[in-house]
T-cell receptor, first 108, second 113 residues
Framework: GIQVEQSPPDLILQEGANSTLRCNFS?????LQWFHQNPWGQLINLFY???GTKQNGRLSATTVATERYSLLYISSSQTTDSGVYFC??????????FGDGTTLTVKP | SQTIHQWPATLVQPVGSPLSLECTVE??????LYWYRQAAGRGLQLLFY??????ISSEVPQNLSASRPQDRQFILSSKKLLLSDSGFYLC????????????FGPGTRLTVT
């Protein structure tokens, strides 16, 4: 099946710093999503981005489908950005594969 | 707007006991429905998905089963729980015939003792 690799596995930042999270996938996909899992376990949708670039406030994402990777940018990080960021790829209505996530810790 | 509910939020069950977790979606019709499990410190593993009432596809062999008795209701069950069934169970939905963008419920944290 398709493989999804996220890097780095852990990231520690000082408040106000910028960061880039990467997601590599091994095959063509129909859909790619970025999620933020908060301390209570809730998965928050950040971006649906099978290709191209999107921005939402301090967050932006770029997917280069032909090269099989996606990047999530977090600018001016805040302590509330802490948590686990997951990349997930979907090849059809049922088949999904999640990466193991990047655990982000933002220190005040 | 669409909302997805899961209950219970937390559950502690002894080994060998039965399990029933429920997921319901409001504000949409004919959704695709999904059950995932998340082990501690890991990503999500797809367990089951359904494209309609009574239509269930299983992704991994396991001690669990799923049913969809109504259009917007998805149930995860087990007849006898194992210690390895412990984890965080998440239900998700996506629109039929759309982009397959998935939206997740709040999850159920299951501890088998």
């Amino acid at each position: 099946g398709i493989q999804v690799e996220q890097s780095p596995p852990d990231l520690i930042l000082q408040e106000g710093a910028n960061s880039t999270l990467r997601c590599n996938f091994s095959d063509s996909v129909n859909n790619l999503q970025w999620f933020h899992q908060n301390p209570w376990g809730q998965l928050i949708n950040l971006f649906y981005i099978p290709s191209g670039t999107k921005q939402n406030g301090r967050l932006s994402a770029t997917t280069v489908a032909t090269e099989r990777y996606s990047l999530l940018y977090i600018s001016s990080s805040q302590t509330t950005d802490s948590g686990v960021y997951f990349c997930a790829v979907f090849t059809n209505a049922g088949k999904s594969t999640f990466g193991d996530g990047t655990t982000l810790t933002v220190k005040p | 707007s669409q909302t997805i509910h899961q209950w219970p939020a937390t559950l502690v069950q002894p080994v060998g006991s039965p399990l029933s977790l429920e997921c319901t979606v409001e504000g949409t019709s004919n959704p695709n429905l999904y059950w995932y499990r998340q082990a501690a410190g890991r990503g999500l593993q797809l367990l089951f998905y359904s494209v309609g009432i009574g239509q269930i596809s299983s992704e991994v062999p396991q001690n669990l089963s799923a049913s969809r008795p109504q259009d917007r209701q998805f149930i995860l069950s087990s007849k006898k729980l194992l210690l390895s069934d412990s984890g965080f169970y998440l239900c998700a939905w996506s629109a039929r015939g759309g982009s397959y963008e998935q939206y997740f419920g709040p999850g159920t944290r299951l501890t088998v003792t």
